[in-house]
């Protein structure tokens, strides 16, 4: 099927053969359509809802190649295997690889014989990488898990704030960007990175009345975890629990187990086999709960999943929202609990602290640069000579670029545009890091909020979200509204 014959009736043929759904689910039309017309677009649309569909099916319509930029190796390789079930050919690019598979994968793309490819904000900064993909035809760039543009790109992983130029290297195909949480200033963020200023919203709201909220206080850590007992043994099916540190996990997974339950955990510090032999033990039934930190659950696709439990406070409205999301995929009715403890807010503004780069690194990277300025240096020779880890480089140069103080050619070169800047030059470039800081800061207090309100849960979270579409002033599926209160 052309785009010019994808009729109404020739995308439910193509929706029924390739997916095995009769019909679209709220808004996966309108975004499918968007992208074979070639606007940009942006999807929100909570999780379960099928968002992955959205581009997966306009990517079997195009003539050329759709590139699929995703936050998790797990995740690439979960959408690769689906696709490969149904017959639809993927290849995914990511550090795992080895050379011979690297080598195949690179050839199937040039000549043309993989409709998806999956790769990771990492892979594309690899200048060889963009070559390669230039010489094959890329007609859709997909952003899978968008928030991360904007979540992550402006501290831990700043190789996302690079792919709006990445876009414009590649030809400006249409893009497509996907998520279950966005504020309006992250949706601003995410349009602004990723150059796709006319992009069209598609917004099909972030209430889900099969979830029942639920907050439980509770002050101390012993009576937490009693707490956290007596839930698991009023709960029935699979459930996530998530903890905020990696000790916490593990303490409270071996509390869990000598209380009898069967448990296992998932953290960045297990060995990789050992998360996915957990990981594929709880999405096969083998264990029912998975006591994890916030590692384990982006792109899972458990459709019952019954309960969620926060062990303590998350960061952010938006994370707590894609972790509580987990739950009910299947639309049956499942919980979402928060034990909530005021003290958990000392452990997030320790994570918080130098999490943006400051004026100390933009000069220490400045520095550098002029150091090397008549050698164009690349990335690799500026961070042989800078004090800074390679991560706060990144970032640091990354906003000098946003400034147009440095700009970086096709073979990777950078070339200082303003060698003059001073100390307070630089120190007003990174106010909108400060700005960005005290604005975490108030996210963590609307969490809070959220948690010791006196009304509906439900609204709280969408009014946050700005869903005006959304009013339910007695939910029916919170604590609170339960008791009157909403």
């Not at 543009?149 to 195909?173: A, K, M, N, Q, T």
Request: include cysteine; hydrophobic fraction near 40%.
């Amino acid at each position: 099927m052309s785009i010019a014959t994808a009729t109404r009736a020739g995308l439910r043929t193509t929706l029924r053969e390739h997916f095995g759904f009769r019909q679209f689910r709220p808004g996966q039309e309108k975004v499918v359509r968007a992208a074979l017309s070639g606007k940009d677009t942006l999807a929100l649309m909570p999780t379960g809802s099928g968002k992955s569909l959205c581009f997966q099916l306009p990517g079997l319509v195009l003539e050329g190649s759709t590139l699929v930029i995703s936050p998790l190796i797990a995740l690439m390789k979960d959408q690769t295997e689906a696709l490969a079930e149904k017959g639809i050919r993927a290849v995914a690019f990511n550090s795992t690889m080895s050379t011979r598979e690297r080598q195949e994968a690179e050839e199937q793309v040039v000549r043309g014989g993989k409709e998806f490819v999956y790769t990771t904000p990492e892979q594309l900064a690899n200048r060889e990488f963009r070559s390669l993909l230039r010489r094959s035809s890329i007609d859709l760039f997909v952003v899978d898990e968008a928030h991360c543009v904007s979540h992550w790109g402006h501290d831990f992983r700043p190789d996302y704030l690079e792919l709006g130029s990445v876009i414009e290297e590649l030809g400006r195909p249409t893009v497509l960007a996907m998520t279950a949480t966005a504020t309006d200033e992250v949706v601003d963020d995410i349009v602004r990175q990723l150059r796709i200023p006319d992009a069209e919203i598609v917004h099909t709201g972030f209430y889900r009345p099969n979830l029942h909220l639920k907050v439980i206080p509770t002050p101390e850590e012993t009576t937490r975890r009693e707490r956290l007992a007596g839930l698991l043994a009023d709960q029935s099916g699979s459930g996530i629990i998530y903890a905020s540190t990696v000790k916490a996990v593990v303490e409270l997974t071996e509390f869990l187990q000598a209380r009898g339950f069967e448990v296992a955990s998932y953290h960045g510090r297990m060995k990789a086999a050992d998360r996915a032999t957990n990981q594929d033990r709880f999405m096969g039934g083998e264990i029912p709960i998975l006591v994890a930190t916030n590692a384990f659950g982006m792109g899972i696709d458990k459709p019952d999943i019954r309960f969620v439990i926060h062990a303590h406070l998350p960061g952010s409205i938006e994370a707590f929202y894609q972790e509580f999301g987990r739950a009910g995929r299947d639309d049956g009715p499942s919980q979402c609990i928060l034990l909530y403890s005021p003290d958990d807010r000392k452990l997030h503004n320790f994570f918080q602290s130098r999490r943006y780069p400051d004026a100390e690194d933009l000069v220490n990277a400045h520095h550098a640069l002029k150091r090397l300025a008549g050698d164009s240096p690349t990335f690799e020779d500026v961070q042989a000579i800078s004090p800074l880890p390679k991560t706060r480089l990144k970032l640091a140069l990354s906003l000098l670029r946003s400034r147009c103080a440095v700009k970086e050619d096709l073979a990777g070169h950078l070339h200082l545009i303003q060698p003059d800047l001073s100390r307070d030059d630089l120190a007003r470039m990174v106010r909108d890091y400060e700005e960005r800081d005290a604005r975490d800061q108030i996210k963590l207090q609307r969490l809070v909020d959220y948690a010791e309100s006196r009304g509906c849960r439900w609204q709280s979270l969408l009014d946050y979200f700005s869903d005006e579409d959304a009013e339910i002033p007695a939910c029916g599926h919170c604590d609170r509204c339960e008791l009157g209160a909403g």
